[in-house]
């Protein structure tokens, strides 16, 4: 499977400020998602980062407050702004890996753990 | 109805049992199907998917009912090392994959 990083693992920051997240992939993907998973609960889609076009939020979530680029088909980002210690949790991207038999199997990098203050 | 339900447990099971845990889902337009596992503190990692037919990998079983819209996961011969959270995981289609919450297995020596 594909093989995805996420800069930073971790980080602490005060709210009003705001966080960008880095997801690079090893391969070519087309399908790169960015998702949240809050303590003690799974894992809830944000949005789905389209290459050379807008991301596609999914409900309750905004541009505004969660902007995303996907500048190619190895790389994106999520911005965490204006962050409220509500913010707090951990934001994982995750690819499909068109190498695998099922287009549809997501791999999942290894997080980043958001602590507002 | 949510859309993907799981006993959120623990189980606490000795070492070397069998253990099982179903997911029931409400969409009954789904097509695929998985397990996933996370560790504590980790990223999900793809244990299994589920076939119509059921499937098999070492000591993990997955069945899938569709008539009764649910999964299983059987885990036999159990190791102190399949202490984890299960997420059972469904495709609505549209590349949109809904997350249980998971079931926590603990294995007791």
């Known amino acids: 499977s594909a093989v995805i990083s996420q800069k930073p693992s971790r980080d602490i920051c005060q709210r009003g400020t705001s966080l960008t997240i880095q997801c690079q992939v090893d391969?070519?993907?087309?399908?790169m998602f960015w998702y949240r998973q809050q303590p003690g609960q799974s894992l809830t889609l944000i949005a789905t980062?389209?290459?050379?076009?807008?991301?596609?939020?999914e409900s309750g979530f905004v541009i505004d407050k969660f902007p995303i680029s996907r500048p190619n088909l190895t790389f994106s980002t999520l911005t965490v702004s204006n962050m409220s210690p509500e913010d707090s949790s951990i934001y994982l991207c995750?690819?499909?890996?068109?190498?695998?038999?099922?287009?549809?199997?997501?791999?999942f990098g290894p997080g980043t753990r958001l602590t507002v203050l | 109805r949510k859309e993907v339900e799981q006993d959120p447990g623990p189980f606490n099971v000795p070492e070397g049992a069998t253990v099982a845990f179903n997911c029931t889902y409400s969409?009954?337009?789904?097509?695929?199907f998985f397990w996933y596992r996370q560790d504590c503190r980790k990223e999900p990692k793809l244990l299994m998917s589920?076939?119509?037919s059921g499937n098999e990998d070492g000591r993990f079983t997955a069945q899938l009912n569709r008539a009764s819209q649910y999964i299983s996961l059987l885990i036999r011969d159990s190791k102190l090392s399949d202490s984890a959270t299960y997420l059972c995981?469904?495709?609505?289609?549209?590349?949109?994959?809904?997350f249980g919450k998971g079931t926590r297995l603990h294995i007791l020596p």
């Open positions: 995750s690819v499909e890996d068109a190498r695998t038999a099922s287009t549809d199997t997501q791999y």
């Open positions: 980062a389209n290459q050379g076009s807008e991301a596609t939020y």
């Open positions: 391969s070519q993907v087309t399908m």
């Open positions: 969409n009954s337009a789904s097509q695929s």
């Open positions: 589920v076939y119509s």
């Open positions: 995981v469904v495709n609505i289609g549209d590349d949109k994959i809904i």
